[in-house]
C-alpha cells in the first residue's frame, strides 16, 4: 500500500459540472472520502451507508454517494463517502 497526491476532478452525478482537487491517494482505500457540504454543493445524494476503520482502529459510520471523478481527462463513476 503508498500514499500519494494528485489532482483530479470530482464532477456532480451529471457529469456536467466539475470541481478541481488536490487528491491525497491511499491505495488501500476503499471509498474516494471527501467532506460531506463539499459533495451535497455538487448535488450527490447518499445511497448506503457503510462502516469503515481508520488507521488509529477507530470505526466509523459514513454515507456512500456515488459521483463522477475525472482523472487526466479520463472520467469513472465512483463511489465517495
Not at 9 to 14: F, I, R, S, W
Not at 31 to 53: C, E, I, K, N, W
Amino acid at each position: 500500500m503508498g500514499i500519494f497526491r494528485v489532482s483530479i476532478e470530482v464532477g456532480d452525478p451529471l457529469g456536467r459540472r466539475y470541481e478541481a482537487v488536490e487528491a491525497l491517494v491511499d491505495t488501500g482505500a476503499t471509498y474516494l472520502s471527501l467532506p460531506a457540504p463539499f459533495l451535497q454543493a455538487l448535488g450527490v445524494m447518499p445511497h448506503a451507508r457503510d462502516t469503515s476503520v481508520l488507521a488509529d482502529g477507530r470505526r466509523v459510520e459514513r454515507d456512500i454517494g456515488r459521483t463522477w471523478i475525472r482523472v487526466e481527462g479520463r472520467a469513472e463513476l465512483s463511489a465517495c463517502a
